[in-house]
């Protein structure tokens, strides 16, 4: 390729998907175009508000480059949070949910085109996001990390077509400030049932809490370590798993480990009141302590169905804690909560 009517340039590629597609075809064509021409108008929309342009549409993808990876993320987390919107007034088998991928790369430019590995990593990284979700390149998370209101969730070294080397690759949690953006039913639907099930959690956590406590001074057993299937001598009792990894704590300070490190144990001990739940005792879980965490790898290796990880953030006398209960086998996340809490008695709060 001659050097000629083209350039090379740094730049933030969005790259964005419908997911089932070709399914929603196969159902009704004339309601899908419809729908996809809809989605796209909003999606090239809030590109333009970003200061960002659409390159390419090609069948259900949209191409989109940034001068800035702030605006382009920016921009997907609206893109989701307005398609969430849509698609709640709509039937599960109707909805149409997008993917989206953002890379910070070199580009070539030719014309109105752009080309090269950059647009590639994109495209790749699109591809391991959830319907309705974002995940971003390793590139693109190092100019941003301190930047947005955002969570991040590592999701390793990822091995992708046609790229030399591994690419980090890390997903967009957008339930953070961008919540209160969100304005369907749902939110006020969740916001009613919290309430109603409050009166209900807190005694169930304090049965489990005492039940935990004699469980493990008087009968529980001593853990066991979980492994592979192949080479286990006899099969492990049936029934659910679960093991809940040490929370992260975010406020950078180290004098709060203390505090991470008690809620996890307290989870654990009111788990392991259950009977007929099988709960990872605390010395195999804190192994995994400070460590990047692939959750399909860790339920492998310790023989579970279901994980808890969560995260404990610190500022003045207010303490926020995120939870959540992932399938182990998918990947998927099956329950999350936020708690924001006045720190003054600590085992309140925990």
């Not at 014309?111 to 495209?123: E, H, L, S, T």
């Not at 310790?302 to 303490?319: F, M, N, P, T």
Request: hydrophobic residues 40%; proline residues 3%.
């Amino acid at each position: 390729m001659s050097e000629e009517g083209f350039k090379r340039k740094l730049a933030a590629i969005l790259s964005a998907d419908a997911e089932g597609y070709s399914r929603l075809m196969g159902q009704n064509e004339e309601q899908t175009i419809r729908r996809l021409t809809s989605y796209r108008t909003i999606v090239s929309d809030f590109v333009l508000q970003y200061r960002g342009r659409v390159v390419d549409t090609p069948g259900d993808n949209i191409l989109a480059e940034y001068s800035s990876v702030v605006d382009a993320i920016k921009s997907a987390v609206q893109i989701q949070t307005e398609l969430a919107e849509r698609n709640a007034r709509l039937p599960m088998e109707q909805r149409m949910q997008f993917r989206i991928g953002i890379n910070l790369g070199d580009v070539v430019e030719e014309k109105d085109r752009i080309y090269g590995d950059g647009v590639n990593i994109a495209a790749r990284v699109e591809s391991m996001a959830d319907a309705g979700g974002i995940c971003i390149s390793g590139t693109a998370f190092d100019q941003i990390k301190h930047k947005l209101p955002f969570r991040y969730k590592y999701q390793g070294r990822k091995i992708v077509k046609n790229i030399k080397e591994p690419i980090r690759v890390y997903r967009v949690l957008m339930e953070h400030e961008t919540a209160s953006e969100v304005k369907d039913v749902k939110n006020l639907i969740l916001k009613h049932w919290r309430k109603a099930i409050f009166a209900l959690g807190v005694t169930v956590f304090l049965i489990a809490v005492a039940a935990g406590f004699v469980w493990n001074a008087y009968f529980r057993l001593p853990s066991v370590e979980r492994i592979p299937e192949e080479r286990r001598a006899f099969k492990l009792p049936r029934g659910p798993s679960i093991a809940v990894l040490p929370f992260v704590n975010m406020s950078g300070d180290y004098e709060q480990e203390y505090f991470s490190d008690g809620l996890t144990e307290n989870i654990i001990t009111g788990l392991s009141g259950c009977p007929k739940l099988l709960v990872i005792a605390r010395n195999s879980t804190f192994t995994y302590k400070g460590q990047p965490i692939i959750i399909q790898k860790v339920a492998r290796e310790l023989g579970v169905e279901y994980v808890v990880e969560g995260s404990v953030q610190k500022a003045k006398d207010r303490v926020r804690v995120t939870v959540q209960l992932i399938d182990a086998a998918s990947g998927h996340h099956l329950w999350a909560e936020k708690y924001d809490r006045d720190l003054k008695d600590i085992f309140y709060l925990q």
